[in-house]
């Protein structure tokens, strides 16, 4: 399995500094550590044309215990990326020499860049993203179109909730007319119209969770959530009164995104006014992945970033190392699943061994949680449930999901199939206990209306009394009869 050593990526934003370093697979990397420190170097920058000497400090501050830090870490090379507010300001220059100071070489995004950046952070989360991506910052909005896997055209307006200021009908007006004439000019406005708009940043983010809250959304995971284009409509009441709200409503909300929200969603609301998109939809993936994606071959960009992440999780959990893949053939022929379904039993049978340290009451929920809550992309909601319903059943909790309100994210057929599934995996696991040795060597099938276990003369003894009933149960959950032969 390919991996690397510690990546960290410091992004020096308008609104705040953030360190994240990431780990393993070059195409799903994990996020090993992630800070960021509010230093609102764009508070005032519109006013003024300059970086504040008090916002310089924060982010000074912030970027020395950060090279602390990756030192520590072994990171070699960080890469520091500077946006909007450095981009912009009269001074922004001087603040770069001391950043170099600090041994960093920071490199100043253009904002074609910065949304050329965004797009690939969506196709490395989104694969099959297509449409138009929105990246919201403090100082700026960026705007990439995107398909086939490519990034196209991307433009940069100065649009970020820290540039506007408070909304009112005269900044919505002047918002709108913004937008109206660089989506002209760019063509943009006419490639995204009716197509999904992309949500990239955190004050974007934070309108989603808002959104999570207000529905009682049973699932809290931003990435790959869908809104309806009406929502930031819907929107204004709960930000309006979001000061009378209880606190434990918005566990979800950081307190410093809460000022941003108002101009955030007016931007929203005029971008969505203008592109009229079939769908909002969010993406935990922006300038940082993006970076990291742009740096892969082709051939690594090519590999499908659940898969590359559920393998890695399953290798560091495992007993005797991950054999997920051979699971997986070993079930395979006793279902029909099309390709993408195919794909995310894949995906579950990969993690089919990692709750195995859990006390033995609890590791149904302990798969459960990881499916659920796993900082997982390319998946949806379903897709999620689908193999959370599998590792229920894997780590025997039957086939019913414990969770209703979740379970009613996916159709209930594909739920039956999960269970299935996970009912296949756990007769597998028995039969091999956790290796795959026994697995290679024997044979999961259907003839007729009977499940069928082959196994070779000399592991027939592998098949005991545990064995017997797990084959029986998973046999008479497809209404078929249960068989073992020899060969």
């Known amino acids: 399995m390919p991996s690397r050593a510690p990546t960290a990526v410091i992004d020096i934003g308008s609104n705040s500094v953030r360190l994240v370093v990431y780990e393993g697979s070059p195409r799903a990397p994990s996020i090993a550590f992630n800070e960021k420190v509010l230093a609102g170097l764009g508070v005032g920058l519109a006013k003024t044309g300059e ?50 100071a600090l041994g960093f070489r ?16 969506v196709l490395s989360g989104i694969p099959e993203a297509e449409g138009i991506v929105g990246d919201l910052g403090g100082g700026s909005l960026e705007l990439a179109s995107v398909g086939g896997g490519e990034v196209g055209k991307a433009i940069s307006l100065p649009l970020g909730v820290l540039r506007v200021g408070t909304p009112d009908a005269r900044t919505e007006k002047k918002v709108r007319g913004a937008l109206a004439e660089a989506l002209a000019a760019s063509r943009l406005g006419k490639k ?24 009682n959304y049973p699932l809290p995971i931003t990435h790959a959530y869908r809104m309806a284009p009406d929502r ?5 009441k709960l930000i309006a009164n979001l000061d009378r709200a209880e606190a434990r409503s918005l566990r979800m909300l950081t307190a410093t995104r809460i000022p941003t929200l108002p101009a955030a969603k007016m931007i929203l609301s005029a971008l969505v006014a203008e592109l009229a998109p079939s769908d909002l939809i969010v993406s935990s993936f922006g300038i940082r992945e993006g970076f990291l994606y742009q740096g892969l071959s082709k051939r690594e960009r090519a590999r499908d970033p659940l898969i590359e992440a559920t393998r890695a999780a399953g290798h560091g959990l495992s007993r005797f190392g991950e054999h997920g893949d051979v699971l997986d ?42 499916a659920l809550h796993g900082n997982w992309v390319g998946v949806d909601a379903c897709e999620r449930v689908m193999i959370a319903q599998a590792l229920f059943s894997n ?28 009912l296949a995996m756990r007769l597998g696991q028995r039969l091999s206990g956790g290796l795959a040795g026994p697995l290679e060597t024997s044979r999961l099938g259907r003839e ?35 068989g073992i032969r020899t060969s």
């Not at 995204?192 to 529905?215: E, F, H, K, M, Q």
């Not at 930031?232 to 204004?236: G, S, Y």
């Open 51 to 100: 970086l504040s000497r008090e916002s310089e400090d924060r982010a000074l501050s912030a970027l020395r215990r950060f090279r602390l830090l990756v030192d520590a870490m072994e990171v070699k090379d960080p890469r520091v990326l500077a946006t909007a507010a450095v981009r912009d300001a009269r001074n922004g220059q001087a603040f770069l020499d001391e950043v170099r």
């Open 106 to 121: 920071p490199r100043v995004l253009s904002g074609e860049e910065e949304g050329m950046l965004a797009g690939m952070g």
């Open 192 to 215: 995204g119209r009716g197509r999904p708009l992309y949500l990239v940043g955190g004050s974007w983010r934070a309108l989603a969770r808002l959104d999570i809250i207000s529905t």
């Open 232 to 236: 930031p409509a819907e929107l204004r």
């Open 329 to 370: 053939a070993w079930i395979a022929p006793i279902f029909d699943d099309d390709p993408a379904a195919s794909r995310i039993r894949l995906a579950a049978c990969l993690l089919a061994d990692v709750a195995w340290q859990a006390h033995p009451d609890f590791r149904a929920e302990r798969g459960v949680e990881m």
């Open 395 to 422: 780590f025997g909790g039957g086939r019913s999901f414990p969770d209703l309100a979740v379970a009613a994210l996916c159709p209930p057929k594909a739920l039956e199939r999960a269970a299935l599934w996970g």
């Open 448 to 482: 007729g209306n009977d499940i069928l276990l082959t196994l070779p003369k000399r592991a027939r003894d592998l098949y005991g009394e545990t064995v017997d009933r797990r084959l029986v149960k998973l046999a008479t959950s497809f209404g078929c009869g249960a």
